[in-house]
């Protein structure tokens, strides 16, 4: 295999490993800061869902230093986006936002496939 091949089949496999979920700006921003805060850039941002919650899924949004066999994984102007191989149909589609209000202050998810949520909004199915 030529040295050309293995560039188009490393560029083929970061293709096939991305996610469909979306990290706005606002977020994007909030991460940076909170990583630079810690002192950290070795850092990522890991989003996933496991079973839980009053219905039936619940959302995990932290930093991980890991990267993990099968995990998809996307950049966002410098913040890396991991999902793990099981929970990328739960989340195709999501957006992560990040709010500062008076209402509502932190990160919040976005998610087509949530059918429905409870009234505390972490946990959907």
Known sequence: MSLQDQTVTATDAQTASAHGVVLTDVAASKVKSLLAQEGRDDLRLRVGVQPGGCSG???QLYFDE?????????DFDGVEVVV???????????????????????FT????????SCACGDSFS
Do not use: C, H
Request: proline content about 5%.
């Open 109 to 116: 998810i976005d998610n087509p496939n949530a059918g429905s």
């Open 57 to 59: 899924l619940i959302y």
């Open 66 to 74: 890991r990267t993990l066999d099968g995990d998809a994984v996307r």
């Open 84 to 106: 793990d191989r099981m929970s990328v149909p739960y989340l195709d589609g999501a957006t992560i936002d990040f709010s500062d209000t008076i209402e509502k202050q932190g």
